[in-house]
């Protein structure tokens, strides 16, 4: 299977480098890859025109970074996740995917160990399983690396954590992107406020680039002339009451806490029943 709901790669400067549309290719999973007007040829050269969206520059000029900077430096992958946003409310539909850039294979975490997959089923089961609620604002898969070989304790999904990099967003929720950093946690965190569930699954993974290893995007824009400084301190601005900064590792982090989300309840559409039985949604394993 594939996604039923429409599927956007917001990239910038990685004509070449970007994994995730090619980790899309190998799956055989359509898309769509938003790009700003200056890197239309280059991107035209590797993928096709007819896989290019251009961010109209409207969306950039109406952007909130949450900062006094402007236009002085670049304002983030927001503005383009917001065209995404309306794009797919301007096709007719609930939700939409949308991924950063640098996601290189995918993979079904099962009986222990991450396996990769070689279609788009995981897509479309994290679909149906978000569409039997009435108030999942978001939900995706969790990083890889986050999610160890035969660790044993990891539940099949978290209830009302952030939702990072590989988004699937309820149409309906009334907000937009904003800030020049962590506007994924941001999105989660003004959901979770106002009483929405969000989903992160540990049964299905993405296996993303760690930050600022990659060239283009977002590294060559901030953190390779700010570092994390910035980044994490503006999320510490617009949520003081749950977040705090921490350095770990050379480089400064936030901390979010989650607890006060715990109350947060899935709501079922009304008339839905669960089946007793496992369904595996014809996936099998298969040895390569």
């Avoid at 065209?83 to 850039?101: A, E, L, M, Q, T």
């Amino acid at each position: 299977m594939n996604p039923k709901y429409p599927v956007y790669i917001v990239s910038k400067n990685r004509a070449k480098e970007g994994t995730t549309r090619k980790a899309f290719d190998k799956l055989g999973v359509p898309y769509k890859i938003v790009i700003e007007k200056f890197d239309y040829e280059n991107y035209k050269k590797e993928v096709g025109e007819d896989k290019l969206l251009i961010l109209p520059q409207k969306y950039l000029d109406d952007y909130n970074p949450y900062d006094s900077l402007g236009n002085k430096k670049s304002k983030g992958p927001g503005a383009a996740r917001n065209f995404c946003w309306d794009h797919s409310i301007n096709n007719g539909h609930k939700r939409h995917w949308v991924f950063d850039d640098n996601v290189s294979a995918f993979y079904r975490l099962n009986r222990n160990r991450r396996l990769p997959v070689a279609d788009g089923t995981i897509f479309r089961v994290m679909e149906i399983f978000c569409d039997r609620y009435k108030n999942i604002a978001q939900a995706g898969p969790n990083y890889l690396s986050y999610a160890p070989d035969r660790d044993g304790n990891l539940p099949p999904f978290l209830l009302n954590w952030r939702v990072y990099s590989m988004l699937l967003i309820n149409n309906s929720i009334p907000y937009r992107w904003r800030g020049r950093y962590n506007e994924d946690t941001d999105l989660s965190l003004r959901a979770l406020k106002d009483g929405w569930c969000t989903i992160q699954f540990n049964a299905f993974l993405g296996d993303k680039a760690t930050t600022q290893t990659m060239k283009g995007g977002n590294t060559e824009d901030f953190y390779a002339k700010d570092g994390t400084w910035n980044k994490s301190k503006m999320l510490c601005v617009m949520h003081p009451d749950v977040c705090e900064m921490w350095k770990a590792y050379g480089r400064w982090h936030h901390k979010v806490n989650y607890k006060p989300y715990k109350k947060n309840k899935l709501i079922f559409k009304d008339g839905i029943k669960l089946e007793s039985r496992v369904n595996n949604y014809k996936m099998k394993l298969i040895r390569v």
